[in-house]
């Protein structure tokens, strides 16, 4: 897979589709890599050129040491369409993903034709939860995170169903780089869009899950109504939306960002 070295960071990417379609970037959740859009890559790349990264300190992006800012995630992907050669894309985000792009939206609005900020919010958590999670990963590995990731990600229903891919998922997460983990928590601990929503004046649809305990419909109705002229969608899914539902939220991609 091709990478992109730049201000010290290793950044691993990857295309799908035809670079003549509306380019689309899909941005990643805390503790996964791009592989998570596996389903939306399928289905999505004969409609669109499909952008995929892993965000610093996950996947085989590199973890140099943080703590990071909401500012450079976000600056990552601008840099990353730079050398693309891409002025203006669509963009999908998912929980950190998301955050990255409210970032993106207030500050580089004239990149985006349409962002979807999807199982996020203004402000995810607090801070000292964010910090305490950061030192535990540092001290003891993302053995521990990984071990209770799955009910924060998916129903219960999904993790009896579907227990090959909350394994894997989790595997993945045990074996991430810890610093990478604990600098994007640090990120996340100072990570507050609340003030700047209303600046928005690319078009955006923020959705939620309707199951989803760690970022709720309320997250998203909050920005909804702070953002002018944003749309709200739900889903019948917890926090991984497109990995729970993914022909359904495959399906609002193509409705919403086109």
């Keep these: 897979m091709p990478v992109f070295e730049n201000?010290?960071?290793?950044?691993?990417?990857?295309?799908?589709?035809?670079?003549?379609?509306?380019?689309l970037i899909f941005s990643n959740s805390l503790g996964t890599s791009y592989h998570m859009?596996?389903?939306?890559?399928?289905?999505?790349?004969?409609?669109?050129?499909?952008?995929?990264?892993?965000?610093?300190?996950?996947?085989?992006?590199?973890?140099?040491?943080?703590p990071y800012t909401l500012n450079q995630l976000g600056q990552d992907?601008?840099?990353?369409?730079?050398?693309?050669?891409?002025?203006?894309?669509?963009?999908?985000?998912?929980?950190?993903?998301?955050?990255?792009?409210?970032?993106?939206?207030?500050?580089?609005?004239?990149r985006f034709h349409h962002l979807m900020l999807c199982n996020t919010a203004a402000k995810i958590g607090n801070e000292a939860a964010w910090r305490d999670r950061a030192q535990l990963v540092r001290e003891q590995g993302l053995d521990p995170i990984a071990a209770t990731a799955s009910p924060r990600?998916?129903?219960?229903?999904?993790?009896?169903?579907?227990?090959?891919?909350v394994a894997a998922l989790s595997s993945a997460l045990a074996a991430g780089s810890s610093e990478g983990y604990a600098s994007c928590c640090e990120a996340l601990s100072i990570a507050d869009t609340r003030e700047q929503l209303k600046e928005i004046r690319v078009p955006i649809t923020v959705l939620a899950g309707v199951e989803d305990p760690v970022t709720t419909v309320a997250d998203?109705?909050?920005?909804?109504?702070?953002?002018?002229?944003?749309?709200?969608?739900?889903?019948d899914a917890s926090h991984i939306s497109n990995i729970e539902q993914p022909e359904a939220f495959s399906d609002y991609v193509r409705y919403y960002l086109q």
């Excluded at 730079?82 to 207030?106: N, P, R, Y």
């Excluded at 990600?153 to 891919?165: L, S």
């Design 7 to 23: 201000k010290g960071v290793t950044q691993n990417y990857a295309t799908f589709g035809d670079s003549s379609n509306p380019a």
């Design 37 to 66: 859009w596996q389903p939306q890559i399928d289905t999505l790349q004969a409609d669109y050129f499909i952008i995929c990264y892993d965000t610093r300190g996950h996947g085989k992006s590199s973890a140099p040491k943080g």
């Design 77 to 110: 992907v601008i840099d990353l369409l730079d050398h693309l050669h891409l002025d203006k894309v669509f963009f999908c985000g998912i929980s950190m993903g998301g955050m990255t792009g409210q970032w993106l939206a207030i500050n580089h609005p004239d």
């Design 153 to 165: 990600w998916f129903t219960a229903d999904f993790i009896d169903h579907y227990p090959d891919v």
């Design 220 to 235: 998203g109705q909050y920005m909804v109504d702070h953002i002018p002229n944003a749309k709200l969608a739900t889903i």
